[in-house]
């Protein structure tokens, strides 16, 4: 393990790998996944990524467990997510067995950069795919460079679990109903950056409504939002939204808890009938929210300034998987064979 790193105070934050790994995507072709030292693109000015967006991302982490095994959380659902990115954007999907031997190659050339057990920190996996093909017209490339960038990040939470405070924002629309919404494509997050930096300024985060009415919940600004109203776990059903993988998980466990779970579209005031809420996603697991304000129509919805029961109880659970503490009865986690 790397001796200059901090573990302990790595933040949120892109902390240089010792490598990454690359494929390329020519005449109908994948080639096989390498490993380079080299950072940088020697990349067309004209590419279709750089000309129109043609690119798509995944986020995924692995742990060092209490047993000090190294487990990937659910890579397979990353594979098929990009898989679906891909094809909502015309590229070439990445198969998913190219995608697991490269996310391994990836961890077997950073081993040195997989966090201790206990430091709260991971390491994060960034698969990208983009369009290299140089094209003036408007349209889609033919070929692809799938890229996996590893970095050791510090816990989203340093130290304790805390509430985060969102704002309403009927101002920007982050994805449109039958638009990109449901892939991870670069797109859609800079089409949000306008709302989630004017939150930012707040101190807040960002909660988007369904673009058509601005009536229903759709999403976090990177997160999917969930809500706890008696015995049920809420979450929203949306074209727009990304489907999450923290989500449904914690959806599993919510069901195996004895929780009714229900996706269905959620009015915003309802919000004023749930006990609990939250941001859910790779990064945080759960992030709980102590208030939602809508400046607009002069409300607030308040939750308490304490990450609540239910989920805290589906935080812990989560997080005993990934980390090996409790048995993975889904075979969630594959451990890594070094
Ligand atoms: C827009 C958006 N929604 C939801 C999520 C959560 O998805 P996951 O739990 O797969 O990380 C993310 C993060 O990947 C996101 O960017």
Redesign the pocket.
Known sequence: MRQDINWGKLGFHYTEPDYIVRAAYHDGAWEEPYATQDKYLHLHVSATCLQYGQEAF???KAFRGVDDKIRIFRWR??AK?MAKSAEGLFMAPVPEELFGKAIRLALEKNLELVPPYGTGATLYFRPLLIGTTPRLGVGPGRDFEFIVIPSPIGPYYPGKFHCTTFLVNRYVD?AAPYGT?QF?VGG??ASSFRATEAAHMMGCDCLFLDAKQHKFID??????FIGIKGNEYLTPRSTA???????DSLMTLAREMGMKVTRRRIPLEELAQMSEAAA????CVISPIDKVVDTEKNNVYTFGDEPGPVLSRLYHALKDIQYGRAEDKHGWTEVFEI
């Open positions: 995944e986020g995924l659902e990353n997510r982050r919404g991870k859609n997050y999403e976090c600004s990177a997160a999917n939204i990304l489907p999450s993988i923290t989500n859910c996603g790779t990064a």
